[in-house]
């Protein structure tokens, strides 16, 4: 007994350090199994890694180290490793492979610029690994100039798509996906990043001013610096917030679905204003439809939630 004792110590001791070597620098195991509140990291610091691109990037959070990948947004790939994958995003923009790798150097590229000053991580520790090997979490990453994802998208460096999670100070991510939605239908009605690289517009990004989201976990505002070139908000539900819209009193007086002309409506470039004109289609719907793309023609609108054959015959004729 005394024998088997002290080899069962001396294994438990060995491990015991082991695993006190290899943790430095690593999140705990409670961390890896997520969080029901947000961990809020802040004062980060971007560090430099070859495997950094627009939306996955290694990050020091004082001593410890973390893989982050952003949610609701998907940038292209920097090389041609995943080839499937960038076949994929190509298709999206409709722009070529080569087209694609160049697109996802410049989100890198606009990336290491965003988070060369300290910003604020917001993670749930949710596993984001996909086909990586290395602990990788889904977060929001808020810069001096707002939300990182919404950066990216607004410049045409990153596609809606996604894990999603309900926003810091949100239930629902039905807000964020909407206002997603609009940055990317901005960025392509400009021709800008992904949108204009077949036009040689890759690395020119949005001029007008964007109104780019600071999360708030407990819900209560709080002051953030306006740059010059954007100003930020909060996502925080409030009345005089710029997601809003208008009353249902106001919809109900509104006369512009009664002059929608037929077949002029483009399904891949409408905005949800645009949608939201045709008979049937509300601030819901129009936001389904938005997160469907891209479609082939509008003939797919069929394969949208909520479209059965009697709407469909309804809203088929005001698209082109």
């Given at each position: 007994?005394?024998?088997?004792?002290?080899?069962?110590?001396?294994?438990?001791?060995?491990?015991?350090?082991?695993?006190?070597?290899?943790?430095?620098?690593?999140?705990?195991?409670?961390?890896?199994?997520?969080?029901?509140?947000?961990?809020?990291?802040?004062?980060?610091?971007?560090?430099?890694?070859?495997?950094?691109?627009?939306?996955?990037?290694?990050?020091?959070?004082?001593?410890?180290?973390?893989?982050?990948?952003?949610?609701?947004?998907?940038?292209?790939?920097?090389d041609e490793m995943t080839p499937r994958r960038l076949v994929d995003q190509a298709k999206y923009f409709a722009i070529t492979v080569p087209q694609a790798i160049e697109v996802g150097q410049?989100?890198?590229?606009?990336?290491?610029?965003?988070?060369?000053?300290?910003?604020?991580?917001?993670?749930?520790?949710?596993?984001?690994?996909?086909?990586?090997?290395?602990?990788?979490?889904?977060?929001?990453?808020?810069?001096?100039?707002?939300?990182?994802?919404?950066?990216?998208?607004?410049?045409?460096?990153?596609?809606?798509?996604?894990?999603?999670?309900?926003?810091?100070?949100?239930?629902?991510?039905?807000?964020?996906?909407v206002k997603l939605q609009q940055l990317e239908d901005q960025a392509r009605q400009e021709r800008i990043g992904a949108w204009g690289a077949s036009v040689g517009r890759t690395n020119l990004?949005?001029?007008?001013?964007?109104?780019?989201?600071?999360?708030?976990?407990?819900g209560n505002s709080r002051g953030t610096a306006r740059p010059d070139s954007s100003t930020i908000v909060s996502l925080t539900p409030r009345s005089n917030a710029p997601i809003m819209r208008?009353?249902?009193?106001?919809?109900?007086?509104?006369?512009?679905?009664?002059?929608?002309?037929?077949?002029?409506?483009?399904?891949?470039?409408?905005?949800?204003?645009?949608?939201?004109?045709?008979?049937?289609?509300?601030?819901?719907?129009?936001?389904?439809?938005?997160?469907?793309?891209?479609?082939?023609?509008?003939?797919?609108?069929?394969?949208?939630?909520?479209?059965?054959?009697?709407?469909?015959?309804?809203?088929?004729?005001?698209?082109?």
């Open positions: 007994m005394t024998f088997r004792f002290s080899i069962f110590s001396r294994v438990c001791a060995s491990a015991l350090i082991l695993v006190g070597v290899l943790g430095i620098g690593f999140v705990s195991v409670p961390a890896r199994e997520g969080s029901k509140e947000w961990v809020v990291l802040k004062d980060c610091r971007l560090i430099a890694n070859p495997a950094n691109d627009g939306d996955s990037f290694h990050v020091s959070s004082g001593v410890k180290e973390y893989l982050f990948r952003l949610y609701f947004v998907d940038a292209p790939e920097t410049a989100a890198k590229a606009f990336t290491q610029q965003k988070l060369s000053q300290p910003f604020t991580v917001f993670t749930h520790m949710s596993d984001a690994m996909g086909q990586s090997r290395l602990e990788r979490f889904y977060a929001f990453v808020e810069t001096r100039d707002g939300d990182l994802g919404e950066q990216l998208v607004r410049n045409g460096l990153a596609r809606v798509y996604g894990f999603k999670a309900a926003p810091p100070g949100l239930t629902s991510s039905r807000v964020e996906l990004h949005a001029q007008a001013p964007t109104d780019f989201s600071s999360f708030v976990p407990d208008s009353s249902p009193v106001e919809a109900n007086k509104s006369h512009a679905k009664e002059k929608t002309p037929l077949g002029n409506i483009d399904i891949n470039t409408a905005t949800e204003k645009e949608l939201t004109t045709v008979p049937g289609i509300g601030h819901v719907m129009a936001a389904r439809i938005i997160a469907a793309r891209p479609f082939r023609s509008a003939d797919d609108l069929k394969k949208v939630s909520g479209i059965g054959d009697k709407k469909y015959a309804q809203i088929r004729p005001y698209f082109q």
